[in-house]
């Protein structure tokens, strides 16, 4: 362990007696917090690409919005879509793509001083100050800039779970999987809220986002005496000789980049489902249901319904496993659940194939992709959080997490130049892109996965 003072100690866990169902209360409190960041974060993004066509078909609303006219030339210059969807498509998938990649800056200079206790305050209250600005529409292009910047700093969030656990502790990987779980809770509610206050008024549905960051905000400023002590600030009265990293550190660090790039491949029919799905499914889905027809963006709720029940059944599938037959490798779970995620898009190339007609594909197909998808996102994404949280070293603990987070942001780079790729190519040959993604996604963790065992064998002192 290094002493460097701008490190964060996370070595200082809850005590036992502070436990909740097994777990400390720390947990809970990033729990509550995640899970109303994601209230806001996914109600917003669920209507994005649906807000952004709605703008581009008004010119007037259009040219109104500050800033705007910038924001869409860096779109062009990324994309050079052509049409209103392609358009939406990109843009929306840009944003989600710098959404996963401000952690990354925000981490860093967390890492180097400011502490994550600090950076999560200060990212949470310029979250709400902008999704507060979203409710203008003439502020919205300022707003997403604020977004941007306070999704950057609250991105600690996720190294703080990590930091209650010793780093052999076998809660880590379920501790990842409960703090997931209130995203994927939220993540229900949010879009069906939103999606029914944005048929009335844009703004209300901003104003929701608006109010699930003050519960956020709240929560976490009363609970972070339960989050692990940290030393902020080096204290310029001391002189500190700060540990380098060791050769397997580093070759971990090495290691842990590496397959962020793989992530970003197997991640591109889960991110999609925000972006192109949504415009997709618009045009083939059935959305009539008993009689009433649901906005297209409900289908964010429904993959949020499926993937907490596939996400407690992974969870609770893989404790029976290692408890019956031994403890499985992090990295062999990663690689079936890629491979699993692989299979998703083919249901929706079936459905397509059996039912082409426009507005007549049944939302079973649906639910088959989503199922199929969120089974693999399961043991992917927590399992492969939890592993960057184990094995990156100490001193660049949040960085390093924040890394993991980067593969979401190639993702997103990738599906928004296939989202503007909509209605250019065949839906076939859009959907098995995805399929194929995933596929060399898993081909490259297979390769990988004697490295890591060599890699990851044991954990220095």
């Known amino acids: 362990m290094t002493d460097d003072p701008a490190n964060i100690l996370s070595n200082n866990k809850s005590e036992p007696t502070s436990n909740i169902l097994g777990h400390p209360k720390g947990l809970w409190v990033l729990f509550w917090t995640e899970g109303w960041l994601s209230f806001a974060q996914y109600g917003m993004l669920s209507i994005l690409v649906l807000y952004l066509k709605d703008i581009f078909q008004h010119p007037e609303r259009a040219q109104k919005i500050i800033g705007l006219p910038s924001l869409l030339a860096i779109n062009h210059s990324f994309y050079a879509p052509k049409g209103l969807d392609a358009t939406a498509g990109s843009l929306s998938g840009l944003i989600m793509a710098v959404i996963f990649a401000a952690p990354f800056i925000g981490s860093f200079i967390t890492d180097r001083g400011l502490g994550r206790t600090r950076s999560t305050i200060i990212g949470i209250s310029l979250l709400t100050i902008s999704f507060g600005l979203m409710e203008e529409e003439t502020c919205f292009v300022l707003a997403l800039w ?195 995620a692989t299979i998703g898009p083919l249901f929706l190339i079936a459905g397509e194939y059996v039912q082409p007609a426009p ?53 997103n780079l990738m599906v928004g130049k296939l989202a503007g790729m909509l209605h250019q190519i065949p839906d076939i040959i859009f959907w098995s892109l995805h399929s194929g993604a995933a596929l060399l996604s898993t081909v490259g963790l297979i390769a990988s996965s004697r490295i890591s065992s060599r890699l990851f064998a044991v954990v220095p002192s």
């Open 359 to 411: 507005h007549q594909i049944s939302l079973w197909w649906g639910v088959a992709f989503h199922t199929i998808n969120d089974i693999g996102c399961g043991m992917t994404f927590p399992i492969g959080m939890a592993l960057f949280s184990r094995y990156a070293p100490e001193r660049h603990n949040t960085t390093l997490i924040s890394c993991f987070t980067l593969h979401i942001f190639l993702g």
């Open 146 to 340: 604020l977004f941007l910047a306070g999704v950057g700093f609250s991105g600690s969030l996720k190294a703080q779970v990590g930091a209650l656990y010793d780093l052999e502790d076998r809660r880590r990987s379920d501790a990842y999987q409960l703090y997931s779980q209130s995203i994927q809770i939220m993540a229900i509610i949010s879009p069906l809220l939103c999606a029914f206050l944005g048929t009335i008024a844009w703004r209300w549905a901003f104003m929701a986002t608006t109010c699930g960051m003050i519960m956020g905000l709240a929560g976490y400023l009363m609970g972070r005496t339960y989050l692990p002590i940290e030393i902020s600030f080096p204290d310029p009265t001391k002189t500190i000789q700060a540990r380098s990293c060791s050769k397997l550190e580093k070759q971990r660090i090495f290691f842990l980049l590496w397959i962020v790039g793989l992530f970003a491949l197997g991640i591109l029919p889960n991110q999609e489902i925000m972006d192109g799905y949504l415009l997709w499914g618009e045009e083939h889905y059935q959305l009539t249901v008993l009689g009433i027809t649901c906005p297209v963006s409900t289908l964010v709720s429904l993959d949020s319904v499926i993937s907490m029940i596939t996400g407690f059944l992974v969870l609770w599938f893989w404790r029976w496993y290692d408890y019956r037959y031994g403890v499985v490798r992090d990295m062999t779970k990663i690689i079936i659940g890629s491979a699993i």
